[in-house]
């Protein structure tokens, strides 16, 4: 979902690109208490691998000619909570955009905005209100808020195209929505995967909230 | 302190190995956004202006194929995890400085 430059208005961009300022400042506070010196090394191989897994394309079942791929955003939220998600997404996205032309310049603060925030932060609370709902089971949370980011972010960028009078509200939506509620179950079966294993191999990663800042525990 | 460290180098070769396993297999269709701006017409408003990226496409310096790929893969990795690296232990070293 890398919006290339040209498919946002100049003023659209430029006030995301300041939203997201706002929350860069507030990623890099917050996540201090979340994030201890010693997960940093975890935290940029998981944005290494999601910049990985983002190469990967699928071709989407019962829609010819088209694919998708993982967004990354919940993935890094469950672990890392939804700021340190947004560095992640933006570590990824900066790479992107700088050395593969992969999503646009002027627009890169809507690609943060759109996949780094929207993303991160709707995925990750439904997860957490999920998790709360099931108890035991995080699974189900998982899978849910991943397909739901993704969703989301799709009707956000509808949103993003409309106001940049790209394309009609109700013609984006229409068509972005549907297509993304696919490439969704990949992202859904993806983030599940990896969060299934990271459970079963460091099941202290998923519990990173719970660990002081500095990090003293193990 | 150290089993994290090894947890992580053991993660990242993984993903790299998977990820260059799977690499011949993805899907060269356009993503969803692209097919639906083809569908509705305002694909062409997507402008280049910035053409000094050195791997377009994940086609590393105009190299075709599966080793064009395994070259953006390998650089753009080691690209986000040394930017990771850089900036997540700027920020928390503040902190250590702080508290």
């Known amino acids: 979902m890398h919006i290339p430059d040209g498919f946002l208005s100049l003023p659209v961009s430029l006030i995301l690109y300041a939203?997201?300022?706002?929350?860069?400042?507030?990623?890099?506070?917050?996540?201090?208490?979340?994030?201890?010196?010693?997960?940093?090394?975890?935290?940029?191989?998981?944005?290494?691998?999601?910049?990985?897994?983002?190469?990967?394309?699928?071709s989407l079942i019962g829609i010819g000619g088209t694919s998708g791929h993982l967004l990354g955003a919940v993935l890094a939220a469950v672990?890392?909570?939804?700021?340190?998600?947004?560095?992640i997404m933006t570590l990824v996205l900066v790479i992107q955009a700088l050395f593969f032309a992969d999503g646009g310049i002027v627009v890169f603060g809507a690609n943060v905005f759109n996949m780094g925030i929207i993303g991160a932060f709707t995925g990750y609370y439904i997860y957490l209100l999920l998790k709360k709902v099931m108890k035991k089971n995080i699974a189900i949370p998982v899978f849910i808020s991943a397909w739901l980011s993704v969703v989301v972010a799709s009707f956000v960028c509808s949103l993003l195209l409309a106001l940049s009078g790209t394309v009609s509200l109700g013609r984006?939506?229409?068509?972005?929505?549907?297509i993304h509620a696919v490439i969704g179950i990949?992202?859904?079966?993806?983030?599940?995967?990896?969060?299934?294993f990271?459970?079963?191999?460091r099941p202290d990663l998923l519990e990173l909230e719970k660990i002081s800042p500095g990090g003293e525990a193990r | 302190m150290k089993a994290i460290y090894k947890?992580?180098?053991?993660?990242?070769?993984?993903?790299?190995?998977?990820?260059?396993?799977?690499?011949?297999?993805?899907?060269?269709?356009?993503?969803?956004l692209e097919r639906v701006a083809e569908n509705l017409g305002f694909i062409e408003r997507a402008e280049e202006l910035y053409t000094a990226s050195p791997m377009p496409d994940y086609s590393a310096f105009g190299i075709?194929?599966?080793?064009?790929?395994?070259?953006?893969?390998?650089?753009?990795?080691?690209?986000?995890l040394g930017?990771?690296?850089?900036?997540?232990?700027?920020?928390?070293?503040?902190?250590?400085?702080?508290?």
């Open chain 1, 79 to 87: 672990i890392f909570g939804p700021y340190g998600a947004l560095i």
């Open chain 1, 198 to 201: 990271i459970k079963k191999t």
């Open chain 2, 7 to 32: 947890y992580s180098l053991l993660f990242l070769i993984a993903s790299m190995l998977i990820v260059s396993l799977l690499l011949p297999i993805a899907s060269e269709h356009p993503d969803g």
């Open chain 2, 83 to 99: 930017l990771g690296l850089g900036i997540g232990h700027l920020a928390m070293r503040k902190s250590k400085n702080a508290s």
């Open chain 1, 19 to 58: 939203v997201v300022f706002v929350f860069w400042v507030l990623a890099f506070r917050k996540s201090r208490k979340v994030i201890g010196e010693k997960h940093v090394p975890f935290l940029a191989v998981l944005a290494a691998a999601i910049f990985g897994a983002q190469m990967l394309n699928f």
């Open chain 1, 186 to 196: 990949g992202e859904g079966i993806i983030t599940l995967g990896v969060i299934l």
């Open chain 1, 172 to 178: 984006a939506i229409i068509a972005m929505v549907p």
């Open chain 2, 64 to 80: 075709e194929g599966y080793l064009g790929s395994f070259i953006s893969e390998a650089a753009g990795m080691a690209l986000v």
